[in-house]
């Protein structure tokens, strides 16, 4: 009884330990691959000679959306090896992967090869989703919330301080050293995962009795669940709505203001706010949700950031502005932790890598598409037109979400006993 107890223990400490480990890992991660925004035109000025304004412009948008691209196709695939062959080899993956790609972005001295390497970082990379996989497998399924709100408040946190940090290195020493720099973060990310993430990884066993299915069959089944089609929407919907106001919002700023002056920095103010107020609430937002349940935190979440986009379209002032979208943030970060507990609950063991791969994936696509929508919706209609657009796709959004989670959630049946149609999932 003793040894029995003394297991228990053990196994409570090591979800702790894996999940702060993580959460350190994930800052560094994220930070270090969210440093070079800022300063990849400038680099490609001043570095790689560019001196066309349109080509320089041109390629950094081509750069950002390759690498994202390739993020979303690859995900589902690492997330598919995550559950045959372990989480923590994946997150390794990510992690050394991305250090090798950006410290030789600090030698290159071709745009072609620049691409090159970006396209193989959203390739090769894809740390989120390996993280999120990795504590959901190992933490008890009462305090999934709790830890995944930790993890998101990681994702937060790093994307919000990685771009201060790396335009602040560029400016005092030079952009190749700042690629250095950053490529060690993520060694060192990669290091406290080898040394302190202990997955003790066992794959599940398969069925003698069943009848293998393939992986485009599992996704099948996998969307054919309306409650995780439903999270993959809000999830989605949460990164084009921080997304789409990105390619209008100085232009809305100097309009408030009636200069253009500082709106440049008070539009990445804008942006950071949001990113910063969702890393602050994330973590208590996922412990609410382990206590109230996560269906309910998330609906309440999804609610509430949709009613403060809509005031959004009539302030005067920046600092209104500021205010309703660092409220906003606060309940962003209630959405994240709460649709992903709901994702762990829904998903059985064994296909969670996939799983968190598609929501990846899908996630990507929203932040991709926001831009393009909302320079769309100024074009043809107005600046403000955009905050309410998209605060109605957020009020229909939590109110599908609420009808769809009105019954309670059944885990996806991964396998069938026969080969009768009839017996899959509807």
Same mark, same amino acid.
């Given at each position: 009884?003793?040894?029995?107890?003394?297991?228990?223990?053990?196994?409570?400490?090591?979800?702790?330990?894996?999940?702060?480990?993580?959460?350190?890992?994930?800052?560094?991660?994220?930070?270090?691959?969210?440093?070079?925004?800022?300063?990849?035109?400038?680099?490609?000025?001043?570095?790689?000679?560019?001196?066309?304004?349109?080509?320089?412009?041109?390629?950094?948008?081509?750069?950002?959306?390759?690498?994202?691209?390739?993020?979303?196709?690859?995900?589902?695939?690492?997330?598919?090896?995550?559950?045959?062959?372990?989480?923590?080899?994946?997150?390794?993956?990510?992690?050394?992967?991305?250090?090798?790609?950006?410290?030789?972005?600090?030698?290159?001295?071709?745009?072609?090869?620049?691409?090159?390497?970006?396209?193989?970082?959203?390739?090769?990379?894809?740390?989120?989703?390996?993280?999120?996989?990795?504590?959901?497998?190992?933490?008890?399924?009462?305090?999934?919330?709790?830890?995944?709100?930790?993890?998101?408040?990681?994702?937060?946190?790093?994307?919000?301080?990685?771009?201060?940090?790396?335009?602040?290195?560029?400016?005092?020493?030079?952009?190749?050293?700042?690629?250095?720099?950053?490529?060690?973060?993520?060694?060192?990310?990669?290091?406290?995962?080898?040394?302190?993430?202990?997955?003790?990884?066992?794959?599940?066993?398969?069925?003698?009795?069943?009848?293998?299915?393939?992986?485009?069959?599992?996704?099948?089944?996998?969307?054919?669940?309306?409650?995780?089609? $439903?999270? !993959? #929407?809000?999830?989605?919907? *949460?990164?084009?709505?921080?997304?789409? +106001?990105?390619? %209008?919002? =100085?232009?809305? @700023?100097?309009?408030?203001?009636?200069?253009?002056?500082?709106?440049?920095?008070?539009?990445?103010?804008?942006?950071?706010?949001?990113?910063?107020?969702?890393?602050?609430?994330?973590?208590?937002?996922?412990?609410?949700?382990?206590?109230?349940?996560?269906?309910?935190?998330?609906?309440?979440?999804?609610?509430?950031?949709?009613?403060?986009?809509?005031?959004?379209?009539?302030?005067?002032?920046?600092?209104?502005?500021?205010?309703?979208?660092?409220?906003?943030?606060?309940?962003?970060?209630?959405?994240?932790?709460?649709?992903?507990?709901?994702?762990?609950?829904?998903?059985?063991?064994?296909?969670?890598?996939?799983?968190?791969?598609?929501?990846?994936?899908?996630?990507?696509?929203?932040?991709?598409?926001?831009?393009?929508?909302?320079?769309?919706? $100024?074009? !043809? #209609?107005?600046?403000?037109? *955009?905050?309410?657009?998209?605060?109605? +796709?957020?009020? %229909?959004? =939590?109110?599908? @979400?609420?009808?769809?989670?009105?019954?309670?959630?059944?885990?996806?049946?991964?396998?069938?006993?026969?080969?009768?149609?009839?017996?899959?999932?509807?």
């Amino acid at each position: 009884m003793a040894k029995a107890g003394g297991s228990v223990v053990k196994k409570k400490e090591n979800w702790q330990v894996v999940l702060y480990a993580s959460f350190i890992a994930q800052t560094l991660s994220i930070a270090g691959f969210s440093a070079s925004l800022p300063f990849i035109p400038l680099f490609l000025i001043k570095d790689l000679h560019m001196t066309d304004m349109g080509e320089v412009a041109l390629w950094s948008g081509a750069m950002a959306a390759a690498s994202s691209i390739t993020m979303g196709v690859m995900a589902p695939i690492w997330g598919s090896l995550a559950d045959r062959y372990g989480r923590k080899s994946m997150v390794l993956r990510a992690m050394i992967g991305g250090c090798v790609l950006i410290a030789l972005m600090s030698v290159t001295y071709d745009v072609w090869v620049l691409f090159a390497l970006r396209i193989l970082q959203g390739a090769l990379t894809g740390t989120v989703p390996a993280n999120i996989a990795l504590v959901a497998s190992v933490t008890p399924k009462e305090r999934t919330g709790y830890a995944l709100g930790i993890i998101q408040t990681a994702v937060f946190a790093g994307s919000s301080i990685g771009p201060f940090i790396g335009g602040t290195l560029a400016d005092l020493t030079d952009y190749r050293f700042t690629f250095l720099i950053t490529s060690m973060a993520l060694g060192v990310a990669a290091i406290i995962v080898f040394f302190f993430v202990n997955e003790d990884f066992k794959p599940v066993p398969p069925d003698p009795t069943a009848v293998k299915i393939t992986m485009v069959q599992r996704y099948k089944i996998m969307f054919s669940q309306k409650e995780f089609v $439903a999270m !993959l #929407l809000i999830l989605s919907l *949460v990164q084009f709505a921080n997304s789409v +106001i990105m390619p %209008v919002l =100085a232009l809305f @700023i100097q309009v408030l203001n009636g200069h253009s002056e500082g709106a440049a920095t008070m539009a990445g103010l804008e942006l950071g706010i949001t990113g910063i107020a969702s890393a602050c609430s994330a973590a208590f937002a996922g412990r609410m949700s382990d206590k109230y349940g996560h269906r309910r935190v998330l609906f309440i979440s999804a609610l509430a950031s949709a009613f403060l986009y809509f005031p959004q379209a009539a302030v005067t002032n920046v600092w209104q502005l500021l205010i309703l979208r660092g409220l906003m943030g606060l309940f962003f970060g209630g959405i994240i932790p709460s649709a992903n507990a709901l994702i762990s609950q829904l998903i059985p063991e064994g296909r969670k890598g996939v799983a968190y791969g598609l929501v990846s994936s899908i996630s990507s696509l929203g932040f991709a598409a926001g831009p393009i929508v909302g320079a769309l919706i $100024a074009a !043809l #209609l107005s600046t403000r037109a *955009v905050f309410l657009v998209t605060g109605l +796709i957020l009020l %229909v959004a =939590a109110f599908y @979400i609420r009808r769809v989670l009105a019954v309670t959630p059944q885990p996806a049946n991964e396998t069938a006993t026969a080969p009768d149609p009839s017996s899959r999932p509807g």
